[in-house]
């Protein structure tokens, strides 16, 4: 996803003279391009988030529109402040760009993963969060990221294309099922490991697929409200722990909908349950985010 | 030479009676830097400066300043510290174009100023950008990382006033983490530093402006040399004016003592 949107960013310099690009001593090998298409306009923070943070609101208040860009860990967690009471609270047209969400950087360890950002960022004032799934959804994201000209957290993963025969819609259905008898939630690049599951699964042209690249969620979105209403039924995949992530969201939009609801499993990150680590992939199966028992979870729903 | 102390003593004034009206702490912080506030709000902010005021706890100082200049009504500046107002202890955000930005947790105005005085290069506009902090201030981290992106960039748009009372959160600047505001560090980080007594405004501005016209890729420190509580003797210099409320006798001693110092 980091060449794509280091493609999409150097376009965007070219076209956009109000656009500042800030990094925080990061991207080697990925900015390059960046930093030649903005020139003056591509800024080196340092290693130095905090300052990063409140420097980028110093400039939108200026008129400039920023994007800051570092690992995600390292620029959520150590600047939230900066982010709510810099950027959030004067509802700055600031963006920032975190790469590798999730287990992203898998053996690299737990300061490089990034398990509860949307929890941290999402309920903050005027910021939205968008955790694009595929690299085609990643592009649209920043389509509204720029046009809306408000904060925005961009999480990025490892992104993969969306199969030609799905389409993918902000809160949208990428997979509609005939006879269907299960609806499925998930959220960002994990959902490459839904669509792995669901080619090698029996049931998988009975279920309903939604993509929600967007939080907070404040509703449900009509079309996933009736699929939940027919089926009763709902698994909900994220690479994120429960708290403050898309299950409780989902969750809760049910309960104060009042929807009949026979079964709910969520499927989450769940931290480093056995106290050791590994890859991205290593992770997923210790979290039940991997294909094989995303698979088994829908087989328990039939 | 202007003769500031008759708005020097009516602004102390104004801020023992919202103090005294709210029953709210922080009167020594105000009085402390007020001074600072005037050269910068009144004498030296041109419509294209920014001004941060990074020690939000001291926001009764840009109220009384801003309602002598009109932007801060007298029906709201009487609602400091009151349920429904947009005067709260600290700074809020997105209620006064001369207060862009809401502070009142320490660190925070340094790195904002450093930003809009980078914005003012790129854009190669000559407005200043004007901060102010408190030496407990320096404490924070942030500090360090604005202070060397504005060397390193060259900001000489930036002028730094740092209110030094020697007093922060629970005792004397120096015993706690020792002098972050010492001339000497900032000077070897690269700023052009200079200190200068904080209550005479005359002095801050002829300096500011003298400074401020030197365009030879310095960022700017001014260290405002200051005694909490200024104009109040049982105030001054005293930690606990950062907390304490005033009780009637004490109201009322307090502004004997400012009219007699500033009117007589």
């Known amino acids: ?302 | 030479m202007t003769d500031f102390t008759e708005l020097q003593g009516k602004l102390r004034l104004r801020i023992l009676k919202l103090h005294y009206d709210a029953n709210a702490g922080h009167i020594g912080c105000s009085l402390s830097c007020i001074d600072i506030m005037i050269a910068i709000l009144k004498f030296l902010k041109r419509p294209e400066d920014s001004f941060i005021l990074s020690k939000g706890h001291a926001a009764s100082a840009v109220y009384v300043l801003l309602n002598h200049l009109g932007e801060i009504s007298d029906d709201e500046l009487n609602s400091f510290y009151k349920n429904g107002t947009t005067l709260p202890a600290h700074p809020a955000p997105l209620k006064y174009k001369s207060i862009p930005f809401a502070t009142g947790s320490l660190g925070h105005g340094l790195p904002i100023a450093t930003g809009i005085a980078k914005a003012n290069k790129l854009r190669a506009e000559d407005g200043m950008s004007y901060v102010l902090m408190s030496d407990g201030e320096t404490n924070e981290g942030t500090s360090w990382e604005a202070a060397h992106f504005a060397v390193a960039n060259k900001l000489d748009n930036l002028v730094v006033f740092i209110d030094k009372n020697g007093l922060q959160g629970i005792g004397n600047t120096k015993d706690i983490l020792g002098d972050t505001a010492a001339k000497s560090k900032w000077d070897s980080i690269g700023f052009e530093t200079i200190e200068v007594d904080g209550h005479d405004i005359g002095m801050m501005c002829s300096i500011a402006k003298k400074i401020s016209d030197e365009k030879n890729g310095q960022p700017k420190l001014i260290i405002a040399n200051t005694a909490k509580g200024r104009g109040v003797s049982f105030m001054e210099n005293k930690m606990e004016w950062h907390y304490l409320p005033m009780d009637e006798s004490q109201y009322k001693e307090a502004s004997e003592m400012i009219r007699f110092k500033y009117e007589s």
């Open chain 1, 1 to 302: 996803m980091r060449k794509h949107f280091s493609k999409y960013i150097e376009q965007f310099a070219i076209e956009n003279d109000d656009f500042v690009f800030i990094t925080g001593d990061l991207g080697y090998k990925a900015l390059e391009g960046v930093a030649q298409n903005l020139g003056n306009r591509f800024i080196n923070a340092g290693v130095a988030e905090q300052n990063m943070i409140g420097m980028a609101a110093g400039m939108a208040y200026k008129g400039f529109r920023v994007l800051c860009y570092s690992i995600a860990p390292f620029i959520v967690y150590r600047c939230l402040e900066q982010i709510r009471n810099d950027v959030c609270f004067h509802d700055l047209p600031v963006t920032i760009v975190g790469n590798g969400g999730g287990y992203g950087y898998g053996i690299m360890g737990s300061s490089h993963h990034t398990l509860d950002d949307i929890a941290c960022l999402s309920g903050l004032p005027n910021i939205t969060c968008y955790i694009p799934a595929f690299l085609e959804d990643m592009n649209s994201s920043l389509d509204t990221i720029f046009a809306n000209q408000r904060p925005a957290y961009l999480r990025l993963g490892l992104g993969k294309n969306i199969p030609d025969t799905l389409s993918v819609k902000e809160y949208g259905a990428i997979a509609k099922g005939s006879n269907v008898n299960l609806t499925i939630i998930v959220q960002g690049p994990v959902a490459n490991n839904v669509l792995e599951a669901l080619r090698g699964n029996k049931h998988s042209t009975k279920i309903d697929l939604f993509v929600l690249n967007k939080m907070p969620v404040r509703s449900l979105p009509d079309e996933l409200r009736m699929s939940i209403e027919r089926t009763k039924k709902a698994l909900v995949v994220e690479e994120h722990i429960t708290v403050g992530g898309l299950g409780s969201a989902i969750s809760l939009l049910i309960n104060e909908g009042a929807l009949p609801l026979q079964k709910f499993v969520s499927l989450r990150a769940e931290g480093y349950p056995n106290g050791l680590f590994g890859s991205q992939t290593y992770h997923y199966e210790v979290s039940g985010l991997d294909s094989k028992n995303i698979s088994k979870q829908i087989d328990s729903f039939f």
